[in-house]
């Protein structure tokens, strides 16, 4: 591989989107949740409480997709506010 | 318990019985995951799920010690704001100021006791009896009672 094909790559890897995702917890509140859904993402109450249902239902949300320091970032706050957030590549 | 809100937006505890004053008491310790690998696992969860090392690496050297700071800070808040609990009076109060600082420090507890006695959906939807006398017993019961504390901090914060 050149160099020229490595930098591109490592673009395309800086690039990829990332997904925050919020995992089903038996002991979170259905209402601390949508709080912090509310708190960390700015959602309307029915917007935290769609993603809230999608966690207790399915077993997981996708609440968040974009850049990597700023996926990081929200992982940091839902972690602060102790929900059980991971991030993974979007593709 | 009564419960009143004051003029600043605090809430107000009083006639605390015996049985719940000694479990408010106990929400710090609660709060303490040392000891139990699978409470410092769900309090400090990795990030990617075991599927980025790097990623994981680095939080545990930089974020995981910043959560730390700021589950301790919210449960020293915590447990002097019960300073007059543990005097033997039968209330306390919880400042305005300090709501999300308790709010983080009940869902501490409630986290490192379900994850100290494996307590999971069955056991937080049980309806039976559990068995009386035993310390997963009292553990449940910690978790629903401090949730009820929290559920009503939630509700008066809107």
């Known amino acids: 591989m050149n160099e020229t094909q490595a930098e591109t790559q490592t673009e395309i890897a800086l690039d990829v989107p990332w997904n925050v995702v919020v995992h089903n917890d038996p002991v979170n509140l259905m209402s601390y949740v949508t709080m912090v859904f509310r708190r960390v993402f700015g959602f309307s109450k029915e917007k935290a409480e769609q993603h809230m249902m999608e966690v207790h239902q399915k077993g997981r949300s996708v609440v968040w997709s974009g850049g990597r320091e700023r996926a990081e970032l929200y992982v940091q706050q839902l972690h602060g506010y102790l929900l059980l957030a991971t991030m993974e590549r979007a593709i | 318990m009564n419960i009143e809100r004051d003029a600043e937006g ?56 910043e959560l730390r700071e700021g589950f301790e800070n919210a449960s020293t808040t915590v447990e002097a704001d019960l300073e007059p609990l543990n005097a033997g009076e039968d209330g306390w109060t919880i400042p305005r100021d300090h709501i999300d600082a308790w709010l983080n420090t009940l869902n501490q507890a409630r986290l490192v006791l379900a994850s100290r006695y494996e307590v999971d959906e069955a056991d937080m939807n049980r309806t039976a009896p559990y068995p009386p006398e035993s310390e997963r017993t009292l553990a449940v019961s910690q978790i629903h009672v401090y949730g009820l504390l929290q559920e009503c901090l939630l509700q008066n914060l809107e």
């Open chain 2, 10 to 65: 605090g809430f107000i505890f009083s006639d605390v019985e015996a049985s719940l004053a000694a479990m408010f008491r106990a929400i710090p310790s609660a709060a303490d995951p040392e000891g139990s690998k699978a409470a410092l696992d769900r309090l400090f969860p990795d990030p990617a799920a075991g599927k980025e090392a790097g990623l994981s690496a680095e939080w545990a050297d930089y974020v995981r010690p």
